[in-house]
C-alpha cells in the first residue's frame, strides 16, 4: 500500500507581534477579557511587504530544508487559503514561481480554517493514485486583511501566518504501524454559511469585504463536529485516543480545543497548543502547530499524530497520521 509520509515541516510568521494590550486603545476590550475567552495573548500581523505567498513560500523553503529536498523534487504544490493575493491565477502558483518551479502543478484550495485538512487529504489521494511523487502542503493567511478592526468579537481573535509540510509517497504494510497518512474524513454543510463568513465577494459586491462570525453558534457546533470526524477516522482504524501521542487541532479557541479534548477522552498533556502565540490563523493554523510541536521535539519518528480543524462554510474534517 502507499501511504503519504510527512518529510519535513517548516513554517513562517510575519515580523510584527501584536499583543492584547494594544487592542485596548481602539476598541473596548481588554488583555484579561481576550485570555479569559479565547486563550490568545498575542498575534501576528502582516506588514506591506508581507503577504499570502511570501509566507506561503518562506514556510515551504523551511519545510523543503527540513526535508533535505530541492523545488526540482516536488511534483505537487496544494495550497490551503482564504486570503489569496490575487483572485487569479492561484497563489500556489505564485508560490511555484518563487521557488523556481516550472513542473508539476499547483492549486489553492479553500475551505477556511478546515483548509490545511481538506489539502493534505487531497495530497493523499494524489500520491496514493501515482499522479504525483511528492507534494508541498501550505497553509497561509493574511486575515488581517479581511477584519473589521471596529469589530472587538471578530478582531482580537485572528493573525497571519504559514506553515507547510512535504508528503512524499512510500510503500507501506497496510497496517496502522506504517508511517504516513493512516486515515482521513471530511464534512461540509452550508447551511451554516451565515454563521461564519466574509460579507463581500466578487461575483456579489465586488469587493473583499470583512468577517462576520456569530461566536456563540459557531461554539454551539464545534464540539460536536469535530467529535464525528474523529471519531470516524478512529473507526477506520482501530484506534482510538489511547494510542495517540499527539493531537494537533485547528487553533481557534482554547476553550472549544479543551472541550473538545474532554469529549473525546485525550490527555491535556497530549494536545498541541499555540492558539496564544498566534491567535486563529485559519487554514494556516494546523501546520504551524504541527511546525511548532517538530521544532521543540515534541513530535518524534513514530509518534501517532491527530489533525483537526473546523472551518466557515461550515467545514470541518480529520486525519490521522504516523510521523
Known amino acids: 500500500m502507499i501511504r503519504s509520509a510527512v518529510r519535513g515541516v517548516g513554517s513562517a510568521l510575519p515580523r510584527r507581534v501584536m499583543k492584547n494590550a494594544e487592542f485596548e486603545k481602539f476598541i473596548d476590550t481588554s488583555d484579561e477579557w481576550i485570555v479569559q475567552r479565547t486563550g490568545i495573548q498575542q498575534r501576528h500581523i502582516a506588514g506591506d511587504d508581507e503577504t499570502t505567498a511570501s509566507l506561503g513560500e518562506e514556510a515551504a523553503r523551511k519545510a523543503l530544508d527540513a526535508a533535505g529536498m530541492t523545488p526540482d523534487d516536488i511534483d505537487l504544490i496544494i495550497l490551503a487559503t482564504s486570503t489569496p493575493n490575487n483572485t487569479f491565477p492561484a ?9 523556481g518551479m516550472t513542473h508539476g502543478f499547483a492549486f489553492d484550495m479553500q475551505a477556511v480554517c478546515s483548509g490545511f485538512v481538506y489539502a493534505i487529504s487531497t495530497a493523499d489521494m494524489y500520491l496514493r493514485s501515482g499522479q504525483a511523487r511528492r507534494a508541498i502542503v501550505i ?4 486575515f ?5 478592526w471596529e469589530d472587538r468579537t471578530t478582531c482580537v481573535l485572528f493573525g497571519d501566518g504559514a506553515g507547510a509540510v512535504i508528503l512524499e509517497a512510500q510503500e507501506g504494510e497496510g ?14 454543510d452550508g447551511s451554516h454559511k451565515e454563521k461564519l463568513y466574509v460579507d463581500g465577494g466578487v461575483s456579489t459586491t465586488g469587493t473583499i469585504g470583512h468577517l462576520r462570525m456569530e461566536g456563540r453558534e459557531v461554539f454551539k457546533h464545534a464540539v460536536g463536529m469535530i467529535t464525528d470526524v474523529i471519531e470516524n477516522v478512529f473507526d477506520q482504524t482501530g484506534l482510538s485516543a489511547d494510542d495517540l501521542k499527539w493531537f494537533v487541532p485547528h487553533q481557534a479557541n482554547k476553550r472549544i480545543i479543551d472541550a473538545s479534548a474532554r469529549k473525546l477522552g485525550i490527555a491535556e498533556e497530549k494536545v498541541v497548543i499555540t492558539v496564544n502565540l498566534h491567535g486563529n490563523t485559519s487554514a494556516a493554523s494546523v501546520p504551524l502547530a504541527l511546525s511548532h510541536a517538530v ?3 515534541r513530535i518524534q519518528k513514530g509518534d501517532l499524530v491527530l489533525l483537526e480543524a473546523m472551518g466557515g462554510g461550515f467545514t470541518w474534517g480529520a486525519v490521522l497520521l504516523r510521523w
Open 295 to 297: 521544532a521543540d521535539g
Open 91 to 99: 497563489t500556489a502558483v505564485e508560490i511555484q514561481k518563487r521557488l
Open 139 to 142: 497553509g497561509a493567511e493574511t
Open 175 to 188: 497496517t496502522v504501524e506504517d508511517t504516513g497518512i493512516l486515515a482521513s474524513c471530511m464534512r461540509s
Open 144 to 148: 488581517s486583511r479581511i477584519l473589521d
